[in-house]
């Protein structure tokens, strides 16, 4: 696939207005890399985010786990 880079020509940079170029790619085609570019990085990043609120839960368990092993068990424990 062709190197995509955003450029600013010397005209746009007083204007302020970059555009992509694109060679040997239609407008069309740009279109469709951007939404493949754009899905791909929308699912990484809620994996970054799944992968946060995972390691959080995994770290409340441990703590939560810890507590109850130095705190002991509360009563008297009993067998028939």
Known sequence: MPNHLLR????????????FFNPGMSAEQL??????????????NSLVKEKA???????????EMKRMSTKGFEGVLSFP
């Open 53 to 63: 609120a995972l390691e959080k839960r995994l770290s409340d368990i441990s703590l």
């Open 8 to 19: 600013v020509d010397a005209d746009d940079a007083v204007n302020q207005q970059p555009y």
């Open 31 to 44: 279109e469709d890399w951007l939404e493949k570019q754009r899905s791909y990085l929308s699912r990484f």
